[in-house]
């Protein structure tokens, strides 16, 4: 069982990212007093319950978030397995009232990457953003973005790490092949020659491996990412919550005593980060617990040019998603360039939310 606590601490940057309050989820945590397999009091009970009364009044979409919560950070057992089912059948629901958000399929000997999208047109291809989140977070927790990609001139692909949600493929030194086998997926219908990657978390590190493949991909977006200290710090491995220990043992397939020496390996080297030739945008919060402050100071150092927003936050900045989100999207704005109307209000926005009203960056 996962440590309540643990639980109750880092899924509030995930309700946050989401759009709910501390008066909503407050008193429902306060509800949980355990993490068995359903029944009262349990974690994925007390999720649930919330999400079928918003389910049965119509509200699929805030009953998707909750299912999502219900079943975070991973499916351990079958009562998360029905929360990560009724999750994906609500924003199945929930979408069929906004028929440019399609469902993406790609198969690949290894396993099957499901997807949403949003623009995919043969007679029209568009550049591409590819938006991923991490190790706990599932694809429709990010999909309702691919609304507005249209009016910023993408097509979009939002999708799941490995293991993660429905993607069936196994989490190892060679998932960041995933990528270059989504933009081969959707080749015909977008430019993939001009794809950028918003890349969440662990997925960044995978987004950041990929570049040093694929050309195709022109510009990386991420927040929190490993990069290498996390990988190869002993010391450091022996401070991080045993939440994401767990959740890296469960999409690996070994034991969590075993995580750190499997994946040793995985680090990006400074050389590696310094042969990146394309432009690199990274959020990194000052009083992580999971990520080491020294991976953002390699990007800092060995990334030519990269752009860095810190905040003084734990991992995933909850107190501050309203400033990542805009500037995240601000940054896939100048990597790609034009559209200079919306970034000039994106970044007004952004100097509104970071310095206080009045104020310029």
Not at 203 to 217: E, F, K, Q, T, V
Not at 291 to 301: C, G, N, Q, T, Y
Request: charged residues 25%.
């Amino acid at each position: 069982m996962n440590d309540i606590a643990e639980l109750k601490n880092f899924v509030v940057a995930h309700t946050r990212s989401q759009g709910l309050p501390p008066e909503h989820y407050d008193p429902l945590l306060d509800r949980v007093r355990h993490d068995g397999n359903g029944g009262p009091g349990s974690w994925v009970h007390e999720w649930s319950t919330d999400a079928a009364r918003l389910e049965a009044d119509g509200k699929l979409l805030e009953a998707c978030v909750h299912y999502n919560m219900a079943r975070f950070p991973y499916v351990d057992g079958s009562a998360r397995r029905e929360a990560l089912s009724r999750c994906t059948d609500a924003f199945d629901r929930w979408r069929a009232d906004f028929p440019a958000v399609q469902r993406l399929d790609v198969e690949l000997p290894e396993g099957r990457i499901r997807c949403w999208s949003a623009g995919l047109d043969a007679a029209d291809p568009k550049p591409l953003l590819v938006m991923t989140g991490g190790i706990v977070s599932v694809k429709e927790q990010w999909a309702p973005v691919l609304l507005q990609l249209g009016a910023l001139g993408f097509a979009g692909v939002v999708t799941e790490m490995p293991g993660v949600g429905e993607n069936t493929l196994p989490y190892r030194a060679d998932s960041w092949r995933m990528l270059p086998a989504v933009l081969d997926a959707v080749g015909d219908r977008a430019d993939t020659s001009r794809t950028y990657a918003l890349a969440l978390s662990f997925s960044g590190h995978g987004a950041l491996r990929a570049a040093l493949h694929d050309s195709r991909i022109r510009g990386v977006v991420g927040a929190g990412a490993p990069v290498h200290d996390f990988f190869t710090d002993t010391a450091w491995q022996r401070t991080v919550p045993r939440v994401t220990t767990d959740t890296l043992a469960h999409l690996i397939g070994t034991k969590p005593d075993e995580v750190y020496e499997v994946i040793r390996d995985w680090a990006l080297t400074p050389g590696e980060l310094g042969a990146l030739r394309i432009p690199v945008a990274h959020v990194t919060s000052l009083r992580d617990e999971i990520i080491p402050p020294a991976d953002a100071r390699l990007l800092r150092e060995h990334v030519r040019g990269v752009r860095l927003l810190a905040h003084d936050d734990v991992h995933g900045s909850p107190g501050h998603f309203a400033q990542t989100r805009l500037w995240t999207l601000l940054s896939v704005l100048r990597m790609r360039g034009g559209l200079g109307d919306q970034r000039v209000a994106l970044t007004r926005d952004f100097a509104r939310l970071r310095y206080g009203k009045g104020r310029r960056p």
